[in-house]
């Protein structure tokens, strides 16, 4: 079965770093674009980024770039998400997401990532 693991999440400062990691399982990674999204609490989820099949990348929102770094890992089954100077703002839980081939959808459970002083 489908499987999205996110991981990599946590506490840190603004200013700080953090890398998620979204191990996929139960579908042909290759084959799927794979996206990142976020909520932070009493706002609706919004995409963040998304790595397409190809390897290229987009980061969504102009307060994510220049910071937002996505990339993945077919070899690995793996999709990454680098944050950089993080501001409280990007407070949120981060999912992960496949669109496979065939265009079903499938969610991770999410990470929480909390940047607090």
């Known amino acids: 079965q489908v499987q999205l693991v996110e991981s990599g999440g946590g506490l840190v400062q603004p200013g700080g770093s953090l890398r998620l990691a979204c191990a996929a399982s139960?579908?042909?990674?290759?084959?799927?674009?794979m996206s990142w999204y976020r909520q932070a609490p009493g706002k609706q989820r919004e995409s963040v980024a998304s790595?397409?099949?190809?390897?290229?990348?987009?980061i969504y929102g102009d307060s994510l770039k220049g910071r937002f770094t996505a990339s993945r890992d077919n070899a690995k089954n793996t999709m990454y998400l680098q944050m950089n100077s993080l501001k409280p703002e990007d407070t949120a839980v981060y999912y992960c997401?496949?669109?496979?081939?065939?265009?079903?959808?499938?969610w991770g459970q999410g990470t929480q990532v909390t940047v607090s002083s």
């Open positions: 139960g579908f042909t990674f290759s084959s799927s674009a």
């Open positions: 790595v397409f099949t190809t390897g290229r990348s987009t």
């Open positions: 997401q496949a669109v496979l081939y065939d265009l079903r959808t499938y």
